[in-house]
Nanobody
Framework: QVQLVESGGGLVQAGGSLRLSCAAS????????MGWFRQAPGKEREFVAT????????TYADSVKGRFTISRDNAKNTVYLQMNSLKPEDTAVYYC???????????WGQGTQVTVSS
C-alpha cells in the first residue's frame, strides 16, 4: 500500500502562482512515476504532468506547458507542481498519482482544490 498526502492548494487570482506538494509513504518501491491529474466540475479527470522516478524525465499536458513545472525529491518521496501564470480554467481538484512498477498499480491522493479567480 502507498499513502499520498497532498498540500498546497488554495485560492489565487489569475496570473498568480501556487505550489502543490505530494508526499508518498508506505510501499513506494519500485516507483515508476509520480504525477498530477485534475478534475474540474462536470468534467472528466485529465492528465496534467508526470515525472519518471529514476530518470527524472517529464511529460506535460499541452494546456500547462510553459506554465507548470513538475519536480521530485527522491529522498523525501515527494513530488511538486509549481503552477505559474494561473488561469481560471486551471480551477479544479488536483490529484496526486503514484504508479508502482511491480506489480503495476496506480495510487491516488485525496485531492486538493485549486481555485483561480478572474
Amino acid at each position: 500500500q502507498v499513502q499520498l498526502v497532498e498540500s498546497g492548494g488554495g485560492l489565487v487570482q489569475a496570473g498568480g502562482s501556487l505550489r502543490l506538494s505530494c508526499a508518498a509513504s508506505g510501499r513506494t518501491f519500485p516507483m515508476y512515476h509520480m504525477g498530477w491529474f485534475r478534475q474540474a466540475p462536470g468534467k472528466e479527470r485529465e492528465f496534467v504532468a508526470t515525472i519518471r522516478w529514476t530518470s527524472g524525465s517529464t511529460t506535460y499536458a499541452d494546456s500547462v506547458k510553459g506554465r507548470f513545472t513538475i519536480s521530485r525529491d527522491n529522498a523525501k518521496n515527494t513530488v511538486y507542481l509549481q503552477m505559474n501564470s494561473l488561469k481560471p480554467e486551471d480551477t479544479a481538484v488536483y490529484y496526486c498519482n503514484a504508479r508502482i512498477a511491480t506489480p503495476l498499480y496506480d495510487y491516488w491522493g485525496q485531492g486538493t482544490q485549486v481555485t483561480v479567480s478572474s
